[in-house]
């Protein structure tokens, strides 16, 4: 689960969404259709396009199952891995898809929508997703500007062990300048 909220926060936050106040379920039937998450996500400021980097770093690890070595040898190699990830350039389409993709792609994932707001800033929503070991529930508050976005996810979910694992990040992406086009 904690590969499956890496990526969508990654994923998030490379498509600029963050805090928002505008209610998503236009029906109010207590569900987030794929139609009313897409209309959440076409609100939302996008990024320019160009070369992004993207940073990570771990907040919180909390494991009852695991060592209080073994959590800080993943903090400390989360730590190390979080300013590595390579320069990524967001093409003018990918600017404009902003998070229509995204929306589409968490609702036909193995994730149900428990709440989602949005406006022009950004989303904030939570979620309940399938995880190895029972449901995870997932959080995500993000911000943009439009050339940086961040986002701090949280996800806890059963551990297999009788207890849950907390994991929180944030992930920051920051446009570097026009894309490269010889790389």
Known sequence: MFRIALASCAALVLAACSSGSDDVDAD???KISNEEAQTAASKVRRLEA???KMSM???ELEDPSMKPEEIEQAKTFFS???GMAPAKCMSEEEANEGLVGVAEGMQEGDCTMESLTSNEDGMK???T???QNGPAKVTMDTTSTG??????MRVV???GSGGDKTVAMKVTMTRTGDCNPDA
């Open 28 to 30: 109010g039937d207590g």
């Open 50 to 52: 160009g070369e992004y």
């Open 57 to 59: 770093e771990l907040l």
């Open 80 to 82: 190390a891995m979080g």
């Open 125 to 127: 929503g939570a979620m």
């Open 129 to 131: 997703c399938k995880g």
């Open 147 to 152: 050339t940086e976005s961040e986002m701090t």
């Open 157 to 159: 979910e059963p551990n």
